[in-house]
C-alpha cells in the first residue's frame, strides 16, 4: 500500500538553530500534504496544508515565518522549523491524500507518516 | 469551536472485556467518520470508518456505531487485548472540505492485563 515516509524520526538541536523535517510520499504522487503537531495532552493540530508548486496554506495561530514549508515536487514536503526554541520540542507528524484510484476501501486514502520527535536544548 | 469532540481524554478497561470510546461532532455537514489508532511516537494509522449512510460497521474486534441524530459515534473494541491499548483518535470529514478530516482530541486507552 501507499506509504508517506517521515525522515528524521528524533532530532534534537539547540536553541536559536534550524532543523528540517522531511516528508515523502514513496509510491504515489500527492499534491496536497498535511503538517500536523501533537501536544502533550494528544491533541492532533493540523498546522498546515502543503500544495505542491505553491504556498503553504497555513492554519490560524500558526507562524508562517517560524515554521518554513516547502512542496516542491509531488513526493517531497518539507517542514523547517527556523531559530527553534524549547517551546517548539513536540511531535511533528506529516500526512498525505492519496489519488481516487489509490484509496482503500474505506480510508479515503488519508495516510500519515510515523512523526518526527523535535528537542530543542 | 471543535467541531469533532472526545470528551474522555482517557479510558481503563481490562483485558477480555469491552472498550467504548465515543466522540461527538458539530457539523452536519460531516459524511465520513473515521478512527485512528495511535502508539507513543509513532504517526497515527487508520483502524475503521463509517459513511454516514450507515449506522454499523464492523471489522473483526472493531464496531463503529453512528448515530446521526445524536451526532455521536462509537467505537467499540471487543474483546479488548492488552496490545490495543493506545490513543484513538475520531475523525470526521466532508466532500465540501475535500475529504480533509478533523480531529478529536484522543482517548487514551489502556488494557490490563
Known amino acids: 500500500g501507499a506509504v508517506v515516509s517521515q525522515h528524521p524520526s528524533r532530532v534534537i538541536c539547540k536553541s536559536g538553530t534550524s532543523v528540517k523535517i522531511e516528508c515523502r510520499s514513496l509510491?504515489?504522487?500527492?499534491?496536497?500534504m498535511f503538517w500536523y503537531r501533537q501536544f502533550p495532552k494528544q491533541s492532533l493540530m493540523l498546522m498546515a496544508t502543503s500544495n505542491e508548486g505553491s504556498k503553504a496554506t497555513y492554519e490560524q495561530g500558526v507562524e508562517k515565518d517560524k515554521f518554513l514549508i516547502n512542496h516542491a515536487s509531488l513526493t517531497l514536503s518539507t517542514l523547517t522549523v527556523t531559530s527553534a526554541h524549547p517551546e517548539d520540542s513536540s511531535f511533528y507528524i506529516c500526512?498525505?491524500?492519496?489519488?481516487?484510484?489509490?484509496?482503500?476501501?474505506?480510508?479515503?486514502?488519508?495516510?500519515f507518516g510515523s512523526g518526527t520527535r523535535l528537542t530543542v536544548v | 469551536d471543535q467541531q469533532v469532540k472526545q470528551n474522555s481524554p482517557s479510558l481503563s478497561v481490562q483485558e477480555g472485556r469491552i472498550s467504548i470510546l465515543n466522540c461527538d461532532y458539530t457539523n452536519s455537514m460531516f459524511d465520513y467518520f473515521l478512527w485512528y489508532k495511535k502508539y507513543p511516537a509513532e504517526g497515527p494509522t487508520f483502524l475503521i470508518s463509517?459513511?454516514?449512510?450507515?449506522d454499523k460497521n464492523e471489522d473483526g474486534r472493531f464496531t463503529v456505531f453512528l448515530n446521526k441524530s445524536a451526532k455521536h459515534l462509537s467505537l467499540h473494541i471487543v474483546p479488548s487485548q492488552p496490545g490495543d491499548s493506545a490513543v484513538y483518535f475520531c475523525a470526521a470529514s466532508a466532500e465540501g472540505g475535500s475529504y480533509i478530516p478533523t480531529f478529536g482530541r484522543g482517548t487514551s486507552l489502556i488494557v490490563h492485563p
Open positions: 463509517i459513511s454516514s449512510i450507515k
Open positions: 500526512s498525505a491524500t492519496l489519488p481516487h484510484h489509490a484509496w482503500g476501501p474505506q480510508d479515503y486514502g488519508y495516510t
Open positions: 509510491d504515489f504522487q500527492a499534491t496536497t
